[in-house]
């Protein structure tokens, strides 16, 4: 079965310039996860997806990132104008809400990272 | 949400036996430990997920007391590629309208020959 997959897998980009990352989760998982990871520091959650749904996007700065889910599938994290302070790690996860989901997974929540997408911003 | 609290690194040798611990001591009821563990270039990967007493699996132990303030990593015979970063996350699995499972910094565990 294929795991989380992400593209691209590097970005380099100027300042001010926009940039967007795909993900598309592990199928039959209903639950999307979009991270932020700084050198040396563990992943932050931007946003997180139910379905189409997000429930959580508290962490999701506003003014310069967005995210969509359309179709309860694949999903796009956009950041326009991207700025120095962006460069990073973007990591997507997938989840099936529940234990003992279709995914074979038996922990509450247990999350499927992708590789990342490594964001430098010139 | 239960903050946690793990060393920052630690130093072990091939086939000893090491013991990362994590503070929780604001853990909720409803909330589960779970570790991930971390390669360089690499998204997080589970390793173990227990809510009380012992937990084991082909990978790792992970041991909680009874007032379940702290859990313990337990890796068997460790390996140069066991060299990583592990993180300890505590949450409420079950609630995916609050549950924020924070990574914090990880321990970063670097095995010698």
């Known amino acids: 079965e294929a795991g989380v997959v992400q593209s691209p897998r590097y970005k380099i980009i100027e300042k001010k310039q926009p940039v967007a990352f795909w993900c598309n989760p592990i199928?039959?998982?209903?639950?999307l996860y979009w991270y932020l990871q700084n050198l040396g520091q563990g992943p932050e959650l931007l946003i997180r997806?139910?379905?189409?749904?997000?429930?959580?996007d508290s962490q999701l700065p506003k003014d310069r990132f967005s995210a969509e889910r359309l179709k309860g599938v694949d999903s796009t994290l956009k950041i326009q104008p991207a700025e120095l302070g962006d460069s990073a790690v973007y990591l997507c996860?997938?989840?099936?809400?529940?234990?003992?989901?279709?995914?074979?997974?038996?922990?509450?929540?247990?999350?499927?990272f992708g590789p990342g997408t490594r964001l430098t911003v010139l | 949400l239960a903050k946690t609290t793990q060393p920052i690194s630690m130093d072990s040798y091939e086939g000893q036996e090491v013991n990362i611990t994590c503070s929780h001591n604001?853990?909720?009821?409803?909330?589960?430990i779970t570790w991930y563990q971390q390669f360089p270039s690499q998204g997080p990967r589970f390793i173990i997920q227990?809510?009380?007493t012992k937990v084991t699996n082909e990978v790792a132990s992970l041991f909680i007391p009874a007032d379940r303030k702290s859990s313990t990593l337990s890796l068997p015979r460790v390996s140069l590629s066991d060299t990583a970063v592990y993180y300890c996350?505590?949450?409420?699995?079950?609630?995916?309208?609050?549950?924020?499972?924070?990574f914090g910094t990880g321990t970063r565990l670097q095995v010698f020959p």
């Open positions: 996860a997938s989840s099936f809400t529940g234990s003992g989901g279709t995914s074979g997974s038996l922990n509450y929540n247990e999350q499927f």
């Open positions: 199928s039959g998982h209903n639950t």
């Open positions: 997806y139910e379905n189409e749904e997000a429930v959580d």
């Open positions: 604001n853990i909720a009821t409803n909330d589960y």
């Open positions: 227990g809510y009380k």
């Open positions: 996350l505590v949450g409420d699995m079950g609630s995916y309208n609050t549950d924020k499972l924070i």
